[in-house]
């Protein structure tokens, strides 16, 4: 063979061996899509909280993943309309006048630690005196909500505030919904207890006169098949869309918190708006003492048939697409042939 030929043949062979090193196939929404037509097998979470090697939270690496993370969010928002009608979600985005920020909470995602936080920065109330009953109800008056203001107010505040929101694994953040509020303590408040006669009513076949009265044994595949039902309109907000409750497409958020790295997410935060030394983010241990919902993932959504879990997927699908999740986070998705 020429030298020259060899040495065609040779950069060939070479190009196509980096090729098959370095280009990998991903998983796009599409084949995820397709691939749920398999099975839906549990794998192992990743941990919370990433730390430095001294223990405590980096800032800096807070800071480089938010970027990446607001540049994403930013890009996919470009394929989901913008829905302008949403002040009645207004309620959920929390305003401080003196640090200029707002904030957007999401019921499950730590959201009692976030009040206890920010009603302890009116300075209005001794932190001591909290605690995550009270910040819902008696001391929530100490906060202000984006909606108290007019209109050409919250454009200005819109505009000069840097506003904060923190998300969750949306399928995390639906189990949680259910062992707290239908499946736990949550099920005694009276908006819950209507909740699950109503899912009882609607979803269960041949239900018993106690359960249609009292609604207080809804599964777990109940309420997947309650949040999936086509009849179901309005959702509560414990379970509602982000999209919705913090309108991400509309808002120009500045920093987007993860659940995952709430810890030093939290801490971020804290330090990027001035906050005092003695304000900090409770850690969930210090008040709650139940099975971490991450923990009891597996078991759960074990429960829960493959085509339950892509009408879920569909149902939360902006959720997942705007801020970076995917069903591989929690699920193992295989095809069949």
């Known amino acids: 063979m020429r030298p020259k030929k060899l040495t065609v043949l040779v950069l060939l062979v070479s190009f196509f061996v980096l090729v098959a090193i370095f280009i990998k196939p991903g998983n796009t929404p599409t084949q995820q899509d397709s691939a749920l037509r398999g099975a839906l097998l549990p794998v192992k979470s ?32 470009k394929h989901y309309r913008k829905d302008e009608n949403g002040s009645q979600y207004l309620d959920y985005i929390i305003v401080d ?12 995602i730590s959201c009692s630690q976030w009040k206890t936080v920010f009603i302890s920065l009116t300075g209005s109330v001794n932190s001591s005196e909290l605690n995550f009953g009270n910040v819902h109800t008696y001391h929530q008056s100490k906060l202000n909500f984006l909606r108290k203001y007019s209109f050409r107010r919250r454009q200005q505040m819109l505009e000069e505030y840097k506003k904060y929101i923190v998300v969750r694994n949306p399928l995390e953040r639906l189990l949680s919904a259910y062992r707290n509020k239908l499946a736990g303590r949550g099920i005694k408040d009276t908006s819950f207890r209507e909740a699950g006669k109503l899912i009882v009513k609607r979803i269960r076949l041949n239900a018993t006169r106690e ?30 869309l ?17 659940y995952e790295t709430i810890k030093r997410d939290a801490d971020f935060i804290l330090k990027d ?34 085509d339950y879990i892509q009408k879920l997927y569909n149902r939360y699908r902006s959720d997942f697409d705007i801020f970076g999740y995917s069903l591989s986070d929690n699920l193992n998705v295989t095809s069949i042939p």
């Open 46 to 77: 990743l941990p919370l909280d990433r730390t430095g090697e001294d223990g405590r939270t980096t800032v800096t690496s807070a800071e480089n993943e938010n970027k990446e993370r607001v540049r994403h969010l930013r890009r996919e928002c």
């Open 97 to 108: 006048e003196k640090y200029k920020m707002m904030f957007c909470y999401i019921p499950k």
């Open 211 to 240: 359960s249609l009265k009292k609604g207080d044994d809804v599964t777990f595949l109940e309420f997947v098949k309650f949040l999936t039902d086509e009849d179901t309109k309005h959702l509560n907000d414990h379970w509602e």
């Open 242 to 258: 982000y999209a919705r409750l913090c309108r991400p497409c509309l808002i120009n958020y500045d920093f987007v918190g993860k």
């Open 273 to 306: 708006i001035g906050a005092p030394p003695e304000v900090r983010f409770p850690l969930r241990s210090e008040k709650y003492s139940t099975e971490k919902t991450i923990n009891t993932f597996d078991n759960f959504y074990s429960q829960i048939p493959a």
